[in-house]
């Protein structure tokens, strides 16, 4: 959906700040939906229908028809509402359920509320159908990186893991799941047309056949280690808030069935190697905040034998996948000098707990060539 949102502003010849002003959304909102952090809500959809009637919302949705209307949209105001068929929406519904279980336990998540005995219910815009629940506001995303913040965060997910533990709760199987079992995390498709820069540095064959190995050892370790329901998108800057000086955890729509020693790490170095916190955190930071992380979840969980087991290669695999992922990144957005420097480590990170490069100091002073 974020390549439709980013076409749509080419054709309309929008900045990002100045479309997020004409729909009247926050312009940090809109910069989440276009780098694919979250998806646009109910309310966002409203505005661009009012703000652009000419577009076609089923096209933004789905990516179905053309870009344009060949009629005008159904304004935001006479939105109709589709009575909730028995059992449709199921697994959307059990989210909420996930979301309630987890509040009522003591975690920082807003409270949904019930509609005819449901959290979920089907609205449509024209031809188009979507899912909406009504829930407490809880703020917007943190915006630093701080101490407390990853400490709070690694805090907030022990005890959420700890809360899917103690009830058994159980979802449909997670994106990590469907990416790793359905051949999503291969090199082609992390790399795809950049893949050109691994063979001109000879090392492609040797990227790709590190990775698969290191893919099929996580495989192998997934069914022995505890499988229950997490957010699934949890992040430094992603879906946790602080709104009246608490800290919060929002957007449970990708929530699934994880491995939870998995689901730990992800959060962290999904993190570090996006690009927002690869500019702000020197090598020394991320080192030392990585610790702060990991301390603070494991002083709030107890790994079982099986997870200390497979915790350090399991780390090491993680690590070396999203550093290999944040090279393909960077190779997308045209950062060929940090690139050229970070392709010899890829291989390098597979085997270790981190990757050795001031990736901060790289970054910065590419951008001063470019900008």
């Known amino acids: ?24 959304v926050n312009a940090s909102a809109m910069s989440h939906i276009l780098n694919g952090r979250s998806k646009p809500g109910f309310d966002v959809l409203d505005k661009i229908a009012q703000a652009f009637p000419d577009v076609n919302l ?11 209307n060949n009629r005008i949209s159904t304004p935001a105001k006479e939105v109709e509402k589709i009575p909730v068929q028995k059992n449709l929406f199921e697994e959307e ?15 920082p998540v807003p409270q949904k509320y019930k509609v005819k005995n449901r959290y979920i219910g089907c609205f449509c815009f024209g031809e188009v159908e979507f899912k909406v629940t009504i829930e407490d506001y809880f703020g917007e995303n943190l915006k ?5 913040n990853i400490k709070t965060l690694g805090r907030l997910l022990a005890d959420m893991h700890k ?52 893919i099929n050892k996580i ?32 957007d449970f729509n990708l929530s699934g069935d994880e491995v939870l020693l998995n689901d730990m790490l992800i959060t962290w170095y999904s993190s570090v190697y996006s690009f927002d916190i690869a500019l702000i955190l020197s ?29 350090y290669d399991m780390a090491c695999i993680i690590n070396g996948v999203y550093f290999n992922r944040f090279v393909a990144l960077l190779a997308s957005k045209g950062f060929k000098k940090s690139v050229k420097k970070m392709i010899p480590h890829i291989t390098a990170n597979y085997y270790c707990l981190d990757s050795d490069i001031d990736i901060q100091s790289e970054l910065q002073e590419e951008l001063n060539v470019l900008y």
Request: hydrophobic share 35%; with cysteine; glycine share 8%.
């Open 1 to 24: 959906m974020q390549e439709r949102f980013k076409q749509l502003l080419e054709e309309k010849n929008l900045t990002a700040t100045r479309f997020a002003a004409m729909i009247k």
């Open 58 to 68: 089923n096209w933004l949705i789905s990516g179905k028809g053309s870009l344009y």
């Open 93 to 107: 519904e059990k989210r909420s359920e996930f979301s309630e279980l987890l509040r009522v336990n003591g975690l």
């Open 144 to 148: 630093t990186v701080s101490f407390g």
């Open 163 to 214: 809360i899917s533990i103690n009830h058994e709760y159980h979802l449909k199987k997670g994106s990590t799941y469907c990416a790793l079992f359905s051949g999503r995390v291969g090199i082609d498709r992390i790399w795809g047309e950049n893949k050109s820069i691994l063979l001109k540095a000879n090392l492609y064959k040797k990227v790709k056949a590190i990775h698969e190995m290191s």
């Open 219 to 250: 495989k192998n370790m997934w069914t022995d280690l505890p499988i229950y329901a997490v957010h699934g998108d949890l992040g430094l800057l992603s879906n946790v808030t602080i709104y009246n000086n608490q800290y919060g955890i929002i």
């Open 283 to 311: 090598l020394k930071e991320r080192i030392e905040n990585g610790k702060i992380f990991f301390s603070s979840y494991l002083n709030n969980r107890n790994l079982n034998t099986k997870e200390q087991e497979y915790l």
